[in-house]
């Protein structure tokens, strides 16, 4: 392949990955996706390629839909112990955040939901709200109507808002102070001030440090409070899973306020936070080590601040 067609794909490289990890949830399946993405781009009569950015849009979208469609995905995700990747603020396949329906379509609640909807009905939904395609262009992506298109977002944006956590998100540096107190709670064992800061339909889902064959889930206050409580009380049994005595920093993961355990550097954990007025509404916990790999990498290369707790 000649260098001027290997720059053309690289220049699109990073939008692409956006677009993959949106509608895949890992990165490193979007990174596969993207990857493939390339070959059959290498493979191809380029000369009769009109407009290639909408070509490699399509291409990597059927691409994506076919993982979507794949026995092994769906008995991995219908087997109840899958959980979006969680990604640290600046990573670039998190991609444009310039709009709320962009930022929202990367948050870990968002991204949890869409598991819902039908492949097709994912793909129109990012493509619509994260990307701004006309319901034209999904069309020629998808080869569907106009229509079809149109009947698809409608379902998928009920379906999203029905159950959405935290829609109404606060500025960062609001969220980060109601998880800092959320947080303090936690570890004190104040658990009267930790249900007075959950919303009335808080969520929480843990994987349960990979311990667990299915996600771990709560609701009501209460549970969801003592689900926390029990999980930030610090154990000898805790410290020689996670290595260590984990230093807790506070950071902003897929557009939230998150707690992040490290040990000698490394994430070894993760609670991802939707705060919606001025107290918590949705958790995300991941501990899975598969699943913290590129927020590590990240992680490291970002020079992280003084944690909030020295040593837990």
């Not at 995905?73 to 969680?86: D, F, I, K, N, V």
């Not at 808080?202 to 349960?208: E, F, K, L, N, P």
């Not at 949705?282 to 992280?304: C, F, I, K, N, Y």
């Amino acid at each position: 392949m000649d260098s001027t067609a290997v720059a053309r794909f690289e220049a699109g490289r990073g939008r692409l990955a956006a677009l993959a990890y949106r509608l895949l949830g890992s990165a490193a399946d979007a990174e596969d996706a993207v990857q493939d993405a390339f070959l059959r781009w290498q493979a191809a009569d380029r000369d009769r390629i009109d407009v290639p950015e909408a070509w490699l849009t399509k291409v990597l979208t059927h691409l994506c839909l076919d993982r979507l469609r794949s026995a092994h995905t769906r008995h991995e995700r219908a087997a109840g112990a899958w959980l979006p990747e969680p990604l640290l603020d600046g990573d670039p396949m998190l991609g444009p955040a310039d709009t709320f329906e962009q930022r929202e379509s990367v948050s870990l609640a968002v991204l949890t939901l869409m598991e819902r909807l039908s492949p097709v009905e994912r793909a129109v939904y990012v493509l619509r709200e994260a990307f701004s395609y006309s319901h034209a262009e999904i069309a020629g992506i998808l080869d569907i109507t106009e229509s079809a298109s149109q009947q698809h977002t409608h379902r998928a944006r009920v379906r999203v808002a029905a159950e959405r956590r935290g829609a109404a998100a606060p500025d960062p540096a609001s969220a980060r102070r109601v998880v800092e107190e959320f947080l303090a709670a936690a570890v004190s064992g104040r658990t009267e001030r930790l249900v007075a800061l959950l919303t009335d339909d808080v969520t929480a889902v843990s994987d349960g440090a990979g311990l667990a064959k299915r996600l771990l889930r709560f609701t009501t206050r209460e549970r969801v409070a003592s689900f926390v409580r029990a999980g930030f009380r610090p154990t000898e049994a805790k410290r020689r899973l996670a290595g260590g005595s984990p230093a807790i920093h506070i950071a902003a993961v897929n557009g939230a306020p998150a707690v992040l355990a490290v040990v000698d550097g490394r994430v070894v954990g993760a609670v991802v936070c939707a705060v919606s007025d001025g107290r918590v509404a949705s958790l995300h916990g991941v501990a899975s080590r598969d699943r913290l790999t590129r927020l590590d990498e990240a992680w490291r290369r970002s020079g992280p601040g003084v944690p909030v707790i020295a040593a837990w």
